[in-house]
């Protein structure tokens, strides 16, 4: 300070420091080092103390390709946006802590802070626990950009584009992220901003990062629509490419190429994610993406009512608006971002260690950069329909970037059945962001068939003191079912509760059919029959087509006639391609497809037929189509209680795309424990298909997934038998006769899910809606604006459907 003049010198100084042989920061081994910085006056006394963690890394480009520490780097990422739906912008420390660790936790490695630069404390947070960080720009224009886009305005109108007046507040914007962050090693690209298009001004702004900071690379997907200055980006990178556009446009850049946002995840979403995840393993400059996005941005406000819920766009009496486009995260909005059933396929298709099964080999491929297997805790478990048989851990070293073939470990019984082999990688130790024993990695064989004949004859009849599960093992009396545990005394003992001979026994013209081990009583009345067996009855109804009641010990299990179904209720993606527009005659037939005709003053009656050891009644229901179409749907009767059923249709690909086809089944909503043997514990579909096979259970009312508009949630493929049942373990058991079957059970119908905008305008909790299908279509997610089911994951209704499956009372 000089004094006299009443000014301040500035002086700069700068230092260099060697390392031998750091230890280098990377998202698998997130090491920093403790930098201090003193400044001393000269006296030596201390001024100024500065603390600062530090990473050592290098990010570069070598032959077009993007390389960490020397090796090729795929983004697995997200783009997060700092808000919070309970604080809005004042995005806590806590807040941003959960977020990361849930990222972590899911095999997420990269983030891109769309649009704008975090809190510092984020960066922070990415060094500490090992994220790569796309640092963006305060820069996003997308009303012109739009506009500009769609042909209402012409390149003149960009901002910044080429304006000279906006060069500074530009570049004072780019400066300021620069200084700031530029000592976070999680920080290995800089992006100019988002949707602006490209222009001078950008240009000018991506060549001062580099003059800047030539450690890093730069980063613009806006000159995709405005190529007059590709240089603008070190990186080509688009938003919202199919997988085939990608693969396209890699023939025509040398760059390394990046989906900034892909995976659009409004909703129910995510379908086919994977197509571009195996693309990084094909295309070598295809090295990732960013999922739009990470979490929904929804506002947590009171209803009319009084009662919290997650709100949207126009709920504010906000015009105009885009309702709920910002409903689009993997993580659900409300506070503690919980995770939504999409995180289940993020986490598959996000991992770094892969397992390909083929007869009693697998093969493991270790992507990861710069850890060797023998970092986690590997376990080989075999189990036979849900059921453990053997767990053994493993020894398995494999160098990253490898890949290995081994002999299955544990060796497959010669008792029939169908077996799982699984073999987990798990933390060996705690971590920043987990705990020892989190799961980051598995992969499954299944060898052997399921054979539901077997499952049936186990569930036949129980001893008094005991009941038998859906996998077929007995469950001790003396506590609640709940995730596979026992069943109250009296709840079995009233279960197993045998009838008299004759109680119950039909009155009129009878007939016995089968032997005298197995026989069933058949009443034949001018509009009804009814089947009667030892524990069980059914009645088919001639008059309103269709079982009307099905009793099991005493229950009647069904309230309303078993229909065939051809709907789910619309996702986000199926209104933003318009599905309805395509599908829309499927929902009509779905709700009044009828054995009626000629104005209801005619039918087609089923048709009764006695078998050798069973009896079948077959409907032929019309379907309210155009062109008219018939479907017949058969139950097959049998001793035991077990009714075989056969859905069938011809070819019906002029009446439209079909969303599902199976049947409909409703019963009383305290029917509300799920067990499952198939693929879970979260919703799958088609094109979401991973998850594990094995036995779950959950709460009925568990499957309703929170999505900002309520849409179709819950589904299970690959399902062998799922069974629903009461508190007192009374339900019914459905099993698969030649095939795997999708299967969901939801607290409301699909209409009722369709006509709800938000979860508390549906109605109240009355019904268990069950509905069994061969299958339904996936649920898409290449965008939510016209992006159409890939052709692999739809039903192929130009040929004849049939599907079977057996339910029986338990």
């Known amino acids: 300070m000089d004094e006299k003049a009443g000014k301040a010198e500035i002086r700069r100084c700068g230092a260099s420091l060697s390392l031998d042989e750091p230890r280098l920061w990377s998202a698998e081994d997130p090491y920093l080092y403790h930098l201090q910085i003193r400044l001393l006056d000269s006296n030596g006394q201390l001024l100024e103390l500065i603390e600062e963690p530090v990473g050592f890394r290098r990010f570069e480009l070598r032959e077009g390709i993007m390389c960490l520490n020397g090796k090729r780097i795929v983004f697995k ?67 012109v950009w739009e506009s500009i886009i769609i042909g209402a305005n012409d390149l003149s109108a960009a901002i910044p584009g080429d304006r000279p007046e906006a060069y500074a507040m530009v570049m004072d914007r780019a400066r300021s992220m620069y200084e700031r962050d530029k000592n976070h090693a999680s920080i290995l690209i800089w992006s100019c901003g988002n949707e602006s298009l490209g222009g001078s001004v950008f240009y000018e702004m991506s060549q001062h990062f580099r003059r800047w900071d030539p450690s890093r690379l730069v980063h613009y997907e806006g000159v995709t629509h405005d190529s007059r200055y ?42 086919a994610m994977h197509r571009y995840t195996d ?67 993020v986490k598959y298709n996000y991992s770094s260690i892969r397992l390909t099964f083929c007869d009693r080999q697998v093969t493991i491929c270790n992507d990861n950069l710069f850890t060797d297997l023998s970092a986690y805790e590997s376990v080989a478990v075999l189990k036979r329909e849900g059921k453990l048989i053997a767990q053994m851990p493993l020894q398995l070293s ?36 987990a705990k020892a024993g989190h799961e980051v990695a598995y992969g499954q064989g299944v060898y052997g068939a399921f054979d ?66 197995s026989k069933l009583r058949v009443a034949r009345g001018w509009m009804n029959t009814g089947v009667y067996g030892e524990d069980f009855s059914v009645l088919f109804s001639g008059r309103f087509g269709g079982i009307v009641s099905y009793c099991y010990r005493d229950k009647m299990l069904f309230c309303d006639i078993p229909r065939p179904n051809f709907w789910r209720p619309m996702t ?21 497809s009828s054995m009626m005709k000629e104005h209801g003053r005619a039918a087609d009656y089923y048709r009764f037929e006695e078998l050798e050891d069973s009896v079948r009644v077959t409907y032929t229901y019309h379907l309210a189509t155009s062109p008219s179409r018939d479907c017949f749907l058969s139950y097959r009767v049998y001793s035991d209680g077990s009714v075989a059923c056969h859905l069938e249709v011809e070819p019906t690909a002029e009446i439209g795309q079909l969303p599902e086809f199976g049947l409909l089944f409703t019963m009383e909503a305290d029917y509300e424990k799920l067990r499952w043997y198939g693929r879970g514990p979260q919703e799958t579909y088609a094109d979401r298909p991973h998850g594990k096979l094995d036995l779950f259970s959950n709460r009925v009312a568990d499957n309703m997934a929170s999505y900002l508009r309520p849409s179709e949630c819950g589904n299970k493929i690959d399902v062998r038998w799922a069974e629903c049942m009461d508190t007192e373990g009374h339900g019914v058991l459905f099993a698969m006769a030649d095939s795997p079957f999708h299967f969901s059970a939801l607290p ?24 069994i299908s061969r299958a339904q279509m996936g649920v898409g997610g290449d965008d939510s604006w016209g992006a159409l089911v890939h052709p692999e994951y739809c039903i192929d209704n130009s040929r004849k459907l049939e599907f079977n499956f057996i339910f029986r009372g338990i």
Request: charged fraction near 30%.
């Open 77 to 143: 990422g997200v783009n997060r946006h700092e808000f919070s739906s309970v604080r809005g912008r004042a995005v806590s420390k806590e807040d941003i802590w959960n977020d990361l660790l849930i990222m972590k936790r899911n095999n997420i490695n990269a983030v891109r802070t769309s649009h704008y630069p975090n809190q510092s404390v984020f960066y922070r947070y990415c060094d500490r626990l090992g994220l790569y960080v796309i640092d963006e720009t305060n820069l996003e224009t997308h009303g």
């Open 230 to 271: 590709p240089d603008t980006t070190d990186i080509y990178s688009t938003m919202y490419y199919s997988v085939d556009q990608i693969r396209q446009t890699l023939k025509e850049t040398d760059k390394p190429y990046i989906s900034c946002e892909y995976a659009h995840a409004m909703g129910n979403s995510c379908g």
């Open 279 to 345: 693309l990084t393993d094909t295309e070598p400059r295809y090295q990732g993406g960013f999922i739009w996005d990470f979490a929904d941005q929804s506002i947590t406000t009171k209803n009319r009512f009084g009662e919290d819920y997650e709100a949207y766009g126009g709920d504010f009496g906000d015009r105009p608006c885009d309702y709920s486009f910002s409903g689009n995260g993997i993580v659900y909005g409300g506070e503690g971002h919980e995770v939504s059933p999409k995180m289940q396929e």
């Open 398 to 433: 494999l160098a990253p970037l490898s890949e290995k073939t081994i002999e299955l470990p544990i060796p497959i019984p010669q008792e029939e059945g169908e077996y799982v082999e699984e073999i987990s990688f798990r933390l060996r130790e705690d971590r920043a962001w």
């Open 452 to 517: 539901s004949s077997v499952l049936l004859a186990k569930r036949a009849y129980a001893p008094k003191d005991s009941c038998v599960s859906g996998d077929g093992s007995e469950i001790k009396s003396g506590c609640e079912l709940e995730n596979g545990e026992a069943l109250p005394d009296k709840a079995v003992a009233k279960n197993q509760e045998e009838n008299a001979d004759e109680k119950k026994r039909p009155q009129g013209r009878q007939r016995l059919v089968g032997d005298g081990k």
């Open 572 to 592: 986000e993606n199926d209104l933003g391609n318009m599905q309805p527009l395509r599908s829309g005659q499927w929902k009509i037939a779905s709700s009044f």
């Open 748 to 771: 409301y119908s699909p209409d009722m899910i369709d006509c709800a905008q938000h979860a508390y305008e549906l109605p109240r909790v009355d019904k268990t809606w069950i509905r």
